[in-house]
């Protein structure tokens, strides 16, 4: 069982940074696959970024490249999504997500994951 806890949310101007933090509880967190996924008002939940049990291998959605990083501390139990250069369509609840599962071209993208947290708001304004 993981329970995953985010934080760092908050309300930021257009081309400002935010980093979001998720700490899990749970020895074997370092055997999951970790995420970060959004839902913005009235649209389904969008897959945004993911990282490797080892943290050697990252994957991002194409609407956030160059932008967010991902990256994960298996000794803290934490992952953490960096958020630079950020526009009001990046406004959304961010959810955090782990999968059991070892990466693979299909996996990366958490369709399937086994824990999420609650969400954290993230507001950006023009």
């Known amino acids: 069982q993981v329970q995953l806890v985010e934080s760092g949310g908050g309300l930021v101007q257009a081309g400002g940074s935010l980093r979001l933090s998720c700490a899990a509880s749970?020895?074997?967190?370092?055997?999951?696959?970790l995420g970060w996924f959004r839902q913005a008002p009235g649209k389904e939940r969008e897959f945004v970024a993911s990282?490797?049990?080892?943290?050697?291998?990252?994957y991002y959605a194409n609407s956030v490249k160059g932008r967010f990083t991902i990256s994960r501390d298996n000794a803290k139990n934490t992952v953490r999504l960096q958020m630079n250069s950020l526009k009001p369509e990046d406004t959304a609840v961010y959810y955090c997500?782990?999968?059991?599962?070892?990466?693979?071209?299909?996996?990366?993208?958490?369709?399937?994951?086994?824990?999420w947290g609650q969400g954290t708001q993230v507001t950006v304004s023009s």
């Open positions: 997500a782990a999968d059991g599962t070892n990466w693979s071209a299909v996996s990366r993208t958490l369709y399937e994951a086994d824990y």
């Open positions: 749970g020895r074997t967190f370092s055997s999951y696959l």
């Open positions: 990282i490797s049990q080892s943290g050697t291998i990252t």
